[in-house]
């Protein structure tokens, strides 16, 4: 992973590579000394289990909705929050600031102890897991991103405003995917102890937590890469992850990963939830819409620089961005700074995992010109991203209709596009 | 990263696989439903900025030291964090819980929008850069451990007597080692910039801290693969390890990483710190002692079952645990569950990175007898993990000197063994 000799050539013979970098030459770095007098609070505390500098302010935004009425009684609304993309680095998401989307309910606490996955249905011999039973079986540790499949959409009522707004940050347009190393049981090893029987072809996976959401998903993918997932990135999973069981299925819509993990079930049918009938299927313009979606594509994002922030200088940038796809691993990134007109090679940044954030770097010199900066993800199976004008064509629809529309237009993988203007100001161009 | 077809029929052939486990049938999974009306206190920070479950207990263990008097003032003591390897899962440590070993300072408050960091001495032209700086620059992200060249050492006061009591755990043995991936700035860019002069053969790295830990480092390292680093699993540094700068010394003794880095002076020997000559380098029986050792040796250890746990049945489990080499990549991980008369390889989690932890995992099934388990590690280089006497042997002195002095014997490897009795209780048995 040490810069190619051409690539750190290509950097250095650049003269203004550091042009407002350094220019200021020595300086003291006194005046920064640590005051022994007064240690933090909670300082025994902090050494048992840390905690981040008081100067670091990145956060996940989103909000709680609230509650709304129903018949049958108050019910608090689906939320989401986004990882704060801009300030990211490498491929690991902090659980802290990894995206969440619910459909209406924050974590149940669940004691561990107690708590218990139980498989039925149409097997053999129905069984219940603890987490320590878990504990003992085979595990497996993979880098896997999720992404909830309205990531980036430039529609979907209440937010797009928001997401296509020129003063967009790429939290706002892309902040609902993040990527971890998850710890757990791969489904089919559980599968194989229940005994599946014929004639069972999907499974229907349900959360503990008060509204129970509930997923179909094929038997094909169950036994192929799934997990039961109690780690992520080496501690227990966290309550807004699903605290202490989730379900993990790579590459495909967040919505499958069910969250606080409490049965799944052998059936012989989906079982045709709200959440696949109604709210996530998108609708076209001419009224059709496409059911049991699953697979997320290839997608990239320019993370810096990025929408809303500010040059301050001409000189060296390093363009840095994510790439991944739902099918495989990423095999090129390519990135543009003059509007899509010429097309480089981006270096990656190993580890390179399937259906994992792959980290890609570009270096760039800013002259003061306006430019458009955008990346474009080619992934292991060939799968190119496209351009938002080529999503519409596909689809047999207008670039107006996304943008107008607040029907959803999910798995929507565009190219984005970050327009630096003159003094430096950068904002989203997608539309 | 599939269990390969053997590896699982291999499982699942072993009727005994599930004793223990999954006895109880079906039971419900009420009960464990989240009570709406009480949600947790803070509940808004929390989805901001995430919190872990407030039933997981890990935390680091050790103990600040307090204060020593000196000629020259009170002086805080070196104190040692430790983090919980037998909670540990894939190879990232949570940043929470990295292992901290201090010289004397707890973090100090370093702001970084004023925090510098100078490089200077035998260079043509002087530089300061900040963290904005850095970001600007060619950044690499990459997975590498940190280690304390005292880790999991038999000797050592005042600490050695906790880490052979057969009552020892893996946190108390061998957690001084920790796993991240880190983002930052290549240090041999940062030499090119301010142009290196002849007859420069080291560097001295120096902290903000009040003590000002320094370390001197040949050029030959300090111009390969050392970085200077302000990203950790995704997040700014935190405090802990270094916030906002420190060094990155991939696969030399922990020491070297210099934390809150403040300056890099280039010179022409090394500067003899107190570190470096006196409480560092190993004694040995006649007498002498090893200066600037810096690689740390093929090591591995066995994080579940280990020490201090008890197997609540016979049954199968998976033995897990950590392997790394301050050399290379691992390449083979073998165990034996019978005292070392046996091997067999482990698997190996993906990915492998070179100068990091890798994850292993191994089959096994517990009849109720007496078993001693243990883990051998080989690397890329052909380094393969030595037994205790072995060690003892190659420095000329018996294993008995090595249980009783409490002089640094540092960079110790062995092999680990953990004893599970009858009962199913585990205890460390390396002495």
């Given at each position: 992973m040490n810069l190619t000799q051409s690539g750190r050539r290509r950097f250095l013979k650049?003269?203004?590579?550091f042009a407002g970098l350094a220019a200021a030459g020595v300086r003291s770095a006194s005046g920064q000394m640590a005051n022994l007098n007064a240690p933090p609070s909670g300082e025994k505390d902090l050494h048992e289990y840390g905690a981040r500098s008081h100067y670091e302010t990145s956060i996940r935004t989103g909000s709680l909705g609230g509650y709304e009425t129903t018949p049958t009684g108050p019910r608090q609304r689906d939320f989401g929050f986004r990882t704060p993309l801009q300030n990211s680095a490498g491929i690991i998401t902090p659980a802290s600031l990894h995206f969440i989307v619910s459909h209406g309910y924050d974590p149940p606490d669940l004691d561990p102890r107690h708590h218990r996955l139980l498989i039925h249905g149409m097997v053999d011999r129905p069984l219940t897991f603890s987490v320590e039973d878990l504990l003992r079986l085979p595990s497996v540790s993979r880098l896997h991103f999720l992404e909830c499949h309205g990531n980036s959409a430039p529609s979907g009522a209440p937010t797009a405003a928001a997401r296509i707004a020129p003063n967009a940050t790429v939290q706002d347009t892309h902040g609902l995917t993040s990527c971890s190393e998850w710890t757990g049981v791969p489904l089919s090893l559980l599968l194989d102890q229940v005994g599946v029987k014929k004639g069972a072809t999907w499974i229907v996976a349900e959360g503990?937590?008060?509204?129970?959401h509930a997923k179909s998903i094929p038997i094909e993918k169950a036994a192929d890469d799934v997990l039961v997932v109690y780690s992520q990135n080496g501690e227990a999973l966290r309550p807004e992850q699903g605290y202490p069981l989730r379900l993990l299925v790579p590459g495909w819509q967040g919505i499958n990963n069910v969250k606080w993990l409490r049965q799944i079930k052998l059936v012989?049918?989906?079982?045709?939830?709200m959440m696949e009938t109604t709210k996530y299927p998108s609708v076209h313009p001419d009224g059709t819409s496409r059911w049991f979606e699953f697979e997320l594509g290839a997608k990239s994002v320019i993370?810096?620089?990025?929408?809303?922030?500010?040059?301050?200088?001409r000189g060296f940038y390093e363009i840095t961005g994510l790439a991944w796809s739902g099918a495989a691993a990423v095999r090129k990134v390519e990135v543009s700074t003059d509007g899509g007109k010429t097309w480089a090679d981006a270096k990656l940044q190993e580890p390179?995992?399937?259906?994992a954030h792959t980290r890609f770097t570009f270096p760039w010199t800013w002259k003061g010109e306006e430019s458009v900066l955008q990346s474009r993800c080619t992934d292991e199976t060939g799968q190119v991203q496209p351009t938002i004008n080529v999503i519409a064509k596909s689809l047999n629809i207008e670039v107006d209709y996304i943008r107008k529309t607040s029907a959803m237009v999910g798995d929507f993988n565009a190219i984005q596009p970050w327009r630096v203007d003159r003094s430096g100001r950068i904002q989203n161009a997608l539309l």
């Open positions: 650049n003269t203004a590579a503990a937590e008060p509204g129970k012989d049918e989906p079982y045709m939830f993370t810096r620089p990025s929408g809303g922030q500010e040059l301050p200088s390179i995992a399937r259906k």
